[in-house]
């Protein structure tokens, strides 16, 4: 169906990259079920490349679903508390629910810096408060070096 393995390996990259992005999107609203997705880019990879491909690319994204679930299931739960206890249900003494909107920034090759790891935090903050508040963004990037 592809001609070479170039084409096979950019579909394959666009597949992962997709995975990675959508993921933080779809955790708070599908929660654990999302980690489903990390299958995705493999049956893609053994699909493109046989079946060691998609176990190469399988053990490569191991780390990438770790630290997707790790990151992203922290700030979730975080805002999961405060959306519980900070709420006129749960405190009589406040006025309206307290809400909070989280962005997740992990260090990579480009976030290297205490500084600009608190730039991209924030941005994605603002991202997450731009898509309807009470949410948690995620920056989440594949480094030069990855599948």
Same mark, same amino acid.
């Not at 690319?57 to 979730?76: H, K, R, W, Y």
């Not at 307290?98 to 290297?112: D, W």
């Not at 608190?118 to 731009?130: C, F, H, L």
């Given at each position: 169906?592809?001609? &070479? ?6 579909? %394959? ?27 995705? /880019? ?11 491909? @998609?176990?190469?690319? &399988?053990?490569? %994204?191991? /780390? ?8 992203? @299931? ?12 900070? %709420? /006129?249900?749960?405190?009589? $003494? ?6 909070? %909107?989280? @962005? ?5 090759? $480009? ?20 898509? @309807?508040?009470?949410?948690?963004? $995620? ?9």
């Amino acid at each position: 169906m592809f001609k &070479g393995n170039k084409t096979s390996f950019i579909l %394959s990259a666009a597949v992962l990259v997709a995975y990675v992005l959508v993921y933080p999107l779809l955790y708070p609203a599908l929660a654990e079920v999302t980690n489903l997705l990390s299958l995705v /880019p493999v049956v893609v990879a053994a699909w493109l490349f046989g079946m060691r491909g @998609g176990l190469l690319v &399988g053990v490569l %994204s191991f /780390p990438i679903n770790v630290l997707l679930m790790q990151l992203v @299931g922290i700030a979730e739960r975080i805002r999961q508390r405060v959306e519980c206890e900070c %709420s /006129p249900k749960y405190d009589p $003494s406040l006025v309206r629910a307290i809400t909070v %909107s989280l @962005g997740v920034a992990p260090l990579t090759e $480009s976030v290297r810096t205490l500084d600009q790891l608190i730039r991209t935090a924030d941005v994605e903050m603002y991202r997450a408060k731009q898509a @309807g508040k009470n949410r948690v963004s $995620s920056a989440v990037t594949i480094s030069s070096g990855g599948i």
